[in-house]
């Protein structure tokens, strides 16, 4: 498996508190991505970054917002939980953008109570 | 937009017949696509993917997709389905700086 971790792997929160997920890597790979899986939904694109520093909004990114400040490290944060952010979050990873697949952590289950 | 498509939710296909998994895109210049699989409780894992050159490409566990430019599709195939191909499968597409997936298919293979 890439060198990718993701931490928590399980966390339950209360609505209104802010949470952080981290997605750490060890393959020095440029590009990562927040995604979250609901069903009936597929994956949908949160927050995404393209380097250090470099980050840009996905197609759910109203109430996230992410951090990138050293290479392998790519922070999520939810800044008032909602019950509609419970849901499965994944980080993934890759080297190029357009001609190399990407890596995938084993996600993160968030429940919001 | 760009986007991709799963029309099928589920599909259903006896061990040892072959399976289908469909996918369509819509994308200005060139489509770079994916699959990816599912297990239960895992991460997504990289099947294969088309770049350019070939338009059947062969991928992980006998697996291999067709790209079709004139019906924008990009179809999973495998000839002979195993039970243990029981999964989650999402097709994807890289647009602009985003890997965009789509809604994902469950594969049901029975014995």
């Known amino acids: 498996d890439a060198g990718i971790t993701q931490s928590p792997r399980h966390k339950v929160t209360e609505t209104g508190t802010p949470v952080t997920l981290r997605c750490h890597q060890t393959e020095n790979h440029r590009y990562m991505y927040w995604y979250r899986q609901d069903p009936g939904h597929g994956l949908r694109l949160i927050h995404y970054s393209y380097g250090v520093k470099d980050t840009d909004k996905g197609e759910v990114s109203d109430g996230y917002s992410v951090s990138r400040s050293k290479t392998e490290d790519f922070l999520l944060t939810l800044e008032s939980a909602t019950s509609s952010q419970t849901s499965v979050y994944f980080c993934a990873i890759s080297e190029r953008l357009t001609n190399t697949e990407a890596f995938f952590g084993q996600g993160t289950r968030l429940t919001v109570v | 937009a760009q986007s991709v498509a799963q029309p099928e939710d589920q599909v259903n296909v006896a061990e040892g017949n072959p399976l289908t998994v469909k996918c369509t895109y819509s994308?200005?210049?060139?489509?770079?696509l994916f699959w990816y699989v599912q297990y239960p409780n895992r991460g997504l894992q990289f099947l294969l993917k088309y770049i350019t050159g070939d338009n059947l490409v062969k991928g992980s566990y006998g697996f291999e997709a067709e790209f079709n430019k004139s019906q924008t599709s990009f179809h999973l195939k495998k000839p002979s389905a195993l039970v243990s191909d029981s999964a989650l499968y999402f097709c994807?597409?890289?647009?602009?700086?985003?890997?965009?997936f789509g809604g994902g298919t469950r594969l049901m293979v029975k014995p």
């Open positions: 994308v200005s210049g060139n489509p770079y």
């Open positions: 994807a597409v890289v647009a602009g700086n985003m890997l965009t």
